[in-house]
């Protein structure tokens, strides 16, 4: 999480205060992304 966001951060030209939420868009698609693996998976296995 803390990679993407930094990630968030660089995009939007390294502009401070936005740290919090940098933190919670990471963790929302890092989220995401897992259930959407698991959704595949479990599909998958069928």
Excluded: C, H, N, P
Excluded at 26 to 36: D, G, P, S, V
């Amino acid at each position: 999480m803390r990679q993407r966001a930094y990630e968030l951060y660089e995009q939007r030209g390294r502009v401070d205060g936005f740290a919090l939420g940098d933190w919670f868009q990471a963790e929302a698609e890092i989220l995401a992304a897992q259930k959407q693996q698991k959704v595949k998976a479990a599909r998958g296995s069928k």
